[in-house]
């Protein structure tokens, strides 16, 4: 897996942006449940990143309890890892896009229907 030195640059900590793209990568099943992931000290060397900040992204995804270590061999994606971080990305979906969607559809006083025909409706990008 060559990564191509840092790639992280979104908002926030980088040990937040190292959980997130690890999280994605077993969402996308790049690491199957029961696979071993690459070490904090691999990703850090991947990534060219401080090995204290790689090893704080990762240990969120053990006390997530997506991830954990079997002792002298390395880590590994629970079983269940998929499973509790969709579950999370949908939960965290309808917070950050859904309840605001409601709330300014009941401000515009678009019912119900209406919004599931727009939802329904082909995205067309702008011409």
Known sequence: MDYGGNVFTGEGP???QLAAQIADDIV????????????????AEFYRMNPATASKGVNMLVELGALYKR?????FVSA????????????EFRTLYVRPLLREAGVLAISTADLHSMIDEPYKEPT
């Open 14 to 16: 980088i040990f937040q």
């Open 28 to 43: 996308s099943g790049l690491y199957p449940e029961e696979s071993a992931v690459p070490s904090a000290t691999d990703f």
């Open 71 to 75: 002792r002298g061999i390395g880590m």
């Open 80 to 91: 269940g890892a998929r499973d509790l971080l969709l579950a999370r990305r949908r939960d």
